[in-house]
């Protein structure tokens, strides 16, 4: 065994322990001997589920009346640690999510030390941890070492580890005080909304139909909606679509968006930028469609075809229909 | 941190909104950038002058393929830097914040080699009124740390009520130098806002989540990072183009900025690139020109991965 102890930051869905959190929860466990969870809310409710996973223990804030988790959940630990209350780790692992994003940035100032950014893969040189960062789409990888001397802090992007229980015992609970946070915890959450689309999640799909620009104009994304759901799968989209509104957010799929990794990703006029790509070039079978014989996003589909989504999508559509 | 970001924080911290201002024209903020899906938003102008100060990075055009030298393992800025596209609509969003504000300015926040200004003179353009750019040889191969230590010491100097920055840049997106650079000016922070309306001395803003968005209060001075898409970012007129050479940009290096050299740079970095490899190609697949019953094709595909 390498490291002593591995910190991963717990996020939640309601009453479920968030798929990122299990997934570096694995990475986790096999580089170190003890690993334990840091969250906000209440620990109690995911004390099973981390345990399951391999958490030995969980550190918890309690609810935090609507202050953002970034400054609360980093206070918190920098305080723990600094006073000695708490043994802290060797290193930390949160997940590329806004949140994580959040915690990791304003926990490198508390406690001085590096973030390792967009990690997608694991492993120890001697006694340090080496993460794997893909560049440039997706071609290149970079082995980035913590060199500070310090507990690093590595960003894990979603989808880069399987999530497994391992049959591990119901994790031990303890509470994480947050601190007097000033003028830097004024933010509050105020309301919650939720914008996904109806069927299966997006990030879970076993099949995801994306559309891009190549749709022409915001009406025609009704054929991925509906081709979506003809084929029990979710609805993606390029930034391009996103950015100009003709889908919200939760749509996105790629860099800024979510990472997918399907069965089957159908791609509808998406000319595939890097930001796209490292969003589902991990699919197991990728379709796409577009106009363009050099678009970047043939380089990485099983089946291209190069055509115009007008004409290829109703007929996709009505042959699934007549099945 | 520095003199300056203790300063800020202290005069900012002590400003609390005026209540009887508040009252008289805080019906409701004026919100910017795009609607809520399915709603639509109230546009009452703020009266009260505001200073926005825009971080921007100067990165190289994404169009030329990107290359790291072997030698510094750093991404090869020998080409002319451009505005990252992220930052224009942090720069837009200010320009329109400070319109509807009634008076105000946007400032900038650059750390580029050589005092690099090509990009800066973009934004500078679009309507921002000036510009600090930190240069310093000390500063190469400086991580999202060390590159936040700087930013939050220049933007010091300015006090600013509000700090806008992109949530990511182009290049190397790390996604993390916003929230850092709240932290080291102990002030709040709100990052992926995809609409922002000041409300007297306060930000409400709606904030991306993995699920949909938050409507998030934040007192102001404070952090704002936003998305891509947040606003239309206007293009640089003439007029803009020939006012931008002649606007102020302040040359300041590490030391102006009372930073030591081991804090910054490869000495301050606390990471290292000990391995570039290529990463696993995907094997080349089927390519076919739709004749027609392309759909075929793809139905037998599916059918093939006995997914129907």
């Known amino acids: 065994m390498g490291l002593d102890k591995i910190w991963v930051f717990g996020e939640a869905n309601g009453d479920a322990v968030a798929s990122i959190t299990l997934e570096m929860l694995v990475a986790a466990r096999e580089l170190a001997d003890t690993v334990e969870v840091f969250m906000a809310g209440d620990g109690d409710d995911y004390a099973e589920e981390l345990g399951e996973h391999g958490a030995e223990t969980v550190y918890s804030t309690g609810d935090l009346g609507g202050a953002l988790q970034g400054v609360a959940v980093a206070s918190a630990v920098a305080a723990a640690i600094g006073s000695g209350d708490v043994d802290g780790p060797d290193a930390f692992l949160i997940g590329t999510t806004q949140d994580g994003r959040d915690v990791a940035g304003r926990l490198a100032v508390k406690l001085d030390t590096p973030v390792i950014t967009n990690v997608v893969g694991l492993e120890l040189d001697g006694d340090q941890l080496v993460g794997s960062e893909p560049i440039f789409g997706g071609v290149t990888d970079v082995k980035v070492k913590n060199t500070s001397g310090k507990s690093g802090i590595f960003l894990v992007r979603p989808k880069s580890f399987e999530a497994v229980g391992m049959g591990g015992a119901e994790a031990d609970t303890e509470d994480l005080d947050v601190p007097d946070l000033g003028a830097a915890g004024a933010a509050r959450i105020t309301a919650t909304h939720a914008e996904e689309a109806d069927g299966p999640k997006l990030d879970e799909a076993a099949i995801v139909v994306s559309g891009g620009r190549g749709l022409g104009q915001a009406e025609a994304y009704e054929m991925i909606n509906t081709l979506a759901k003809s084929l029990g799968g979710a609805p993606g989209a390029s930034r391009a679509i996103v950015d100009s509104g003709w889908v919200p957010y939760s749509y996105q799929v790629g860099q800024t968006g979510k990472v997918v990794k399907p069965t089957v990703y159908l791609a509808c006029g998406i000319s595939g930028a890097t930001q796209h790509l490292v969003g589902m070039k991990g699919s197991k079978n990728i379709i796409a469609i577009n106009k363009d014989s050099e678009a970047p996003i043939f380089a990485v589909a099983d089946l291209g075809i190069i055509g115009d989504v007008h004409k290829v999508l109703p007929k996709l559509i009505e042959a699934l229909a007549n099945r | ?308």
Request: hydrophobic letters at 40%; glycine letters at 8%.
């Open chain 2, 1 to 308: 941190m520095t003199d300056e970001a203790t300063e800020l924080t202290m005069n900012k911290t002590r400003k609390v909104p005026d209540a009887t201002r508040r009252s008289s024209d805080s019906k409701s903020g004026r919100y910017l950038g795009r609607p809520a899906w399915g709603e639509t938003q109230p546009e009452v102008a703020d009266s009260s002058a505001m200073k926005v100060v825009v971080c921007v990075k100067q990165i190289p055009d994404p169009a030329d393929p990107g290359a790291l030298d072997p030698e510094t393992k750093t991404l090869k800025r020998d080409s002319k830097l451009i505005l990252d596209e992220s930052d224009s609509y942090g720069v837009e969003m200010a320009l329109q914040l400070v319109d509807a504000a009634g008076d105000g300015e946007v400032h900038l926040v650059s750390m580029a080699p050589n005092n690099e200004v090509s990009g800066l003179r973009t934004a500078l353009a679009m309507g921002a009124a000036s510009a600090t750019i930190v240069s310093d040889d000390a500063l190469q191969g400086s991580d999202a740390l060390g590159t936040a230590k700087v930013l939050a010491a220049a933007i010091a100097r300015q006090e600013p009520d509000l700090i806008l920055a992109a949530t990511e840049s182009s290049d190397g997106y790390t996604g993390t130098v916003p929230e850092m650079v709240a932290a080291l000016m102990d002030l709040p922070s709100v990052t992926f806002a995809k609409s922002i309306a000041i409300d007297g001395g306060a930000a409400k803003i709606q904030r991306q989540t993995e699920a949909g968005y938050d409507e998030v209060e934040c007192p102001l001075p404070a952090v704002v990072s936003v998305t891509a898409g947040v606003v239309e970012p206007r293009y640089p007129s003439f007029k803009g183009i020939m006012a931008a050479k002649s606007k102020p940009v302040d040359e300041l290096t590490i030391g102006d900025l009372g930073i030591d050299a081991d804090q910054v740079g490869w000495a301050g970095a606390g990471q290292e690139i000990v391995a570039i490899e290529d990463a696993p190609a995907r094997e080349a697949g089927e390519i076919i020109e739709d004749d027609g019953d392309a759909h075929e094709r793809i139905v037998a595909f599916l059918d093939e991965l006995k997914v129907l």
